[in-house]
Structure formats: structure tokens, C-alpha cells
């Protein structure tokens, strides 16, 4: 179970021990909701599933399905001495950390939403920016690597960090593109230009994640 006094690596091995039954709960489930895509207008659907796991750790569990295949998104939250967190876990040993300071402006900045919790505001960011792009700002740097991450809603700034082997991408705060300032102009050209012709099914680039 994470309790706040984990650190990070502590929390990521918490994490890879339960995520199989996790896993496994929202395979048991994708039959019932492929039916309900076939019956849709649009071919498609999606639940958000709260689930508890084992391990005594809280988990949602987005699944998406249209008629012909069916994906899961798993993320668990959790609090620390900073307040709220969620981290997805990805493929390819890849995890997207979420502040509460990043859901915090993400409101503040765009969804203008009174009265609602960071979870219920973490699975509307989930449920609408699946696929982001990514572009670093300090390449060089062989530790902590600053980044900035381009999605449907908006950009984050945050870090990319490798623990124990796994990367982890932490979207520490949230800007509308209008908010832009001259000098990262041009890292959010190239970015957007991936993002773009990604989601117009013309390629796909090491620089971009599909949740």
C-alpha cells in the first residue's frame, strides 16, 4: 500500500507488484462494454472504473472501446506530503506523473469547473488528451530533463526522470497555448507538428505517446 512517507522509487515498486490484478480487473470487464459500443450511435464507449486493489492501493481504470478493439488506461492516486498525485502507467516502462498543482491550473486555465476534486478533474484531462507529444528543453542534461508536453487541451511543462529504469514523464504545470511566450515558440511549433500529423494518421514519432 503507498503511504505518504514513500519516496519515489518506493511508490514505483508499489505500483509494478500490483498493477497485474489491476490489469487483470479491467480485462474482466472490456466484454460487457465492446456490446455497448456495437449499440452506440457513434461505435464507440467508455467507463471510468474506482477500483481498490489487493494491495489496498486506489486505482481508476479508464477503458475505451469501439467496435473492433477495446484499450485500458490505468492509473493509481495517491497522497504525499505535497497533497494529490496520480501516475499512469504507459507502456515500455513508461509512467506520466500528475501533480495537484498541474490539475489545479489545468481548471484555472481551461475547464473553468467550480466545485469539482482532482480526481474527478484528473479523469476529465485522462478522458480527453490520450495521445500528447513530447519535446525536450535541455537535452543534455544526463539527470532530471526538462520537457515540455503538447496534448489536446493545452501544454505542460514539467521533467522526464529515469528511476530504477523507468522513465518517468511529471506534468508539473499547465498553460493554455495562448499563454505561450516568444522564446518557446518555436519548440511548440515542433511539437504541435507531431502531434498533428499523428493524430491525422500520417506518421508516428518516437516523440509521441499514445496513453
Known amino acids: ?3 505518504p512517507s514513500m519516496n519515489s522509487g518506493e511508490i514505483l515498486k508499489e505500483i509494478i507488484t500490483d498493477v497485474n490484478a489491476v490489469q487483470n480487473k479491467a480485462d474482466s470487464i472490456t466484454k460487457n462494454l465492446r456490446r455497448a459500443a456495437i449499440k452506440s450511435k457513434s461505435k464507440t464507449s467508455f467507463k471510468f ?11 481508476v481504470i479508464l477503458l475505451k472501446s469501439t467496435t473492433s478493439y477495446c484499450s485500458t488506461m490505468l492509473c493509481v492516486h495517491y497522497l504525499n506530503k505535497k497533497g494529490f ?7 515500455e516502462d513508461h509512467f506520466h506523473h500528475f501533480s495537484g498543482h498541474f490539475l489545479e491550473r489545468y481548471n484555472e ?9 482532482k480526481l474527478d478533474l484528473f479523469k476529465h484531462f485522462l ?3 490520450s495521445v500528447v507529444s513530447v519535446e525536450s528543453l535541455n537535452p543534455n542534461d544526463m539527470n532530471i530533463i526538462r520537457i515540455m508536453i503538447k496534448f489536446k487541451h493545452g501544454i505542460a511543462f514539467g521533467t522526464l526522470e529515469n528511476i530504477n529504469g523507468h522513465d518517468i514523464l511529471d506534468y508539473r504545470t499547465f498553460i493554455s497555448q495562448e499563454m505561450v511566450l516568444a522564446f518557446q515558440k518555436e519548440k511548440l ?3 504541435s507538428n507531431i502531434y498533428n500529423e499523428f493524430c491525422n494518421g500520417n506518421s508516428v514519432d518516437k516523440k509521441l505517446e499514445s496513453f
Not at 472504473?49 to 486505482?59: A, E, G, M, V
Not at 498525485?85 to 507502456?91: D, T
Request: with cysteine.
Open 1 to 3: 500500500m503507498i503511504v
Open 109 to 117: 486555465r481551461f475547464l473553468h469547473l467550480e466545485c469539482i476534486s
Open 85 to 91: 498525485n496520480c501516475l499512469m502507467v504507459s507502456e
Open 189 to 191: 511549433d515542433s511539437i
Open 127 to 129: 478522458l480527453h488528451n
Open 49 to 59: 472504473l474506482d477500483y481498490k486493489s489487493p494491495r489496498k492501493n486506489d486505482w
